[in-house]
């Protein structure tokens, strides 16, 4: 039985320890253990210090849940797994892209937010 990660998923920014809880299918703890062992999940915290997850997180959540207890692998090997994944995955720039243009767009638009922030106060 595979696991279907995006079909699950809400359409939602952020998501709490709970509800990642509850859609992993996990304890909240073995989500806390897992953040210990795969830094690749760094989910932010509000002030009260509550866990609040990205969907990408959860999505690896997902995967690391399928690789420990579908495929078998060990903590190591999972780490290991997706690591090997990490470095093979190409950087996602958007279609028609290059790299000094993307990061030309990206000074364009944080400058043009600056003025306009300063145009609102």
Do not use: C, H
């Not at 939602?12 to 210990?36: H, M, N, Q």
């Not at 999940?41 to 959860?58: A, C, D, F, H, M």
């Amino acid at each position: 039985m595979g696991i279907e990660m995006k079909a699950q998923l809400p359409d939602k920014l952020y998501f709490k320890i709970g509800e990642v809880s509850d859609i992993a299918g996990v304890k909240p703890y073995v989500l806390r253990y897992w953040e210990t062992e795969f830094n690749i999940i760094k989910p932010s915290k509000t002030p009260t210090n509550q866990r609040l997850y990205r969907k990408k997180e959860v999505e690896l959540i997902l995967e690391i849940k399928k690789l420990l207890y579908e495929d078998k692998f060990t903590i190591a090997g999972a780490k290991k797994y997706l690591a090997d994944k990490m470095r093979k995955k190409p950087e996602q720039l958007p279609l028609g892209f290059q790299d000094s243009e993307y990061r030309e767009t990206l000074k364009q638009l944080r400058k043009e937010l600056v003025e306009l922030k300063k145009n609102l106060t």
